[in-house]
């Protein structure tokens, strides 16, 4: 099972269970979703009208946790432990999980030190573990540890809920790559345009060449049988050349010596 397949099964189970449930007995509910091991999205969730009327009462402080785990981090924790609920162990490692992937929303090279800092780890060795075991095996992370350069190298992570606002910026990004990409498609169809251009001149300049080749080899080939042939007449008209029986018969003149 992929896990999307996963993650929708496992929403769809929480949700039912939220919606059976008011105040306070909501606790459990969202304790369980947000320490399970193969879930990582909240704002279904959210959305149940049984969680929304936490908002204002005593229970509110679940509401809080909740948008802890679909918005925040560790940090976030950390800066509002005063207000919120202690976290089990298994819901301190979701939300360190979920860190990394805020920080590989926005840069997909993360330094160690970086890491250490945001999730609370002592020393490289830890945060490797952390990396390999937690986000890599978890299957929430495609990535490489560079240890030369001390990096966590991201290739892939899963994406988080959208923080309220978001979905508007979000909207403008897109419109803005499908505005470069229009305008992109214009420019290559335009090269395209002037490559075919460009290749019919040079087919006809080609043609013009090769048509003016085969008019210069007939008009040497009409030359060379006008040589040809003036040479041939030269030998065949009448005293060109002596008629050797005539030579022959012709009485020698007869040389007198010296007196």
């Known amino acids: 099972m992929d896990i999307e397949q996963r993650q929708a099964e496992l929403i769809d189970?929480?949700?039912?269970?939220?919606?059976?449930?008011?105040g306070s007995a909501l606790?459990?509910?969202?304790?369980?979703?947000?320490?399970?091991?193969?879930?990582?999205?909240?704002?279904?969730?959210?959305?149940?009208?049984?969680?929304?009327?936490?908002?204002?009462?005593?229970?509110?402080?679940?509401?809080d946790v909740l948008r802890l785990f679909a918005h925040g981090t560790?940090?976030?924790?950390?800066?509002?432990?005063?207000?919120?609920?202690?976290?089990?162990?298994?819901?301190?490692?979701?939300?360190?999980q979920l860190t990394v992937l805020t920080l590989a929303e926005t840069n997909k090279v993360l330094p160690y030190d970086q890491l250490m800092q945001e999730i609370d780890v002592r020393n490289v060795r830890e945060l490797e573990d952390f990396l390999i075991n937690e986000c890599m095996y978890a299957g929430v992370v495609r990535a490489k540890l560079n240890q030369l350069r001390r990096c966590f190298e991201i290739q892939f992570a899963a994406g988080r809920d959208l923080r309220p606002g978001?979905?508007?910026?979000?909207?403008?990004?897109?419109?803005?790559w499908l505005t470069t990409s229009d305008n992109l498609l214009v420019s290559i169809k335009e090269k395209i345009k002037w490559a075919d251009?460009?290749?019919?001149?040079?087919?006809?300049?080609?043609?013009?060449?090769?048509?003016?080749?085969?008019?210069?080899?007939?008009?040497?080939?009409?030359?060379?049988?006008?040589?040809?042939?003036?040479?041939?007449?030269?030998?065949?008209?009448?005293?060109?050349?002596?008629d050797y029986e005539e030579d022959r018969s012709r009485p020698?003149?007869?040389?007198?010596?010296f007196l």
């Open 13 to 22: 189970h929480f949700v039912k269970k939220a919606l059976v449930n008011k």
């Open 27 to 63: 606790a459990p509910v969202i304790v369980e979703a947000t320490s399970h091991p193969s879930l990582f999205a909240f704002s279904e969730i959210l959305s149940v009208p049984t969680v929304i009327e936490l908002e204002g009462t005593e229970s509110s402080v679940l509401l």
């Open 74 to 96: 560790w940090s976030d924790y950390k800066n509002n432990i005063s207000r919120l609920p202690p976290l089990v162990p298994d819901q301190i490692l979701k939300l360190k």
């Open 166 to 176: 978001q979905l508007g910026s979000m909207i403008e990004t897109l419109s803005n």
């Open 197 to 242: 251009n460009r290749s019919e001149l040079d087919k006809k300049h080609r043609k013009d060449i090769e048509d003016r080749v085969e008019d210069v080899k007939k008009s040497l080939a009409i030359k060379a049988d006008m040589d040809f042939r003036g040479h041939d007449e030269n030998f065949s008209e009448p005293g060109g050349v002596m």
């Open 252 to 257: 020698k003149r007869r040389r007198h010596p």
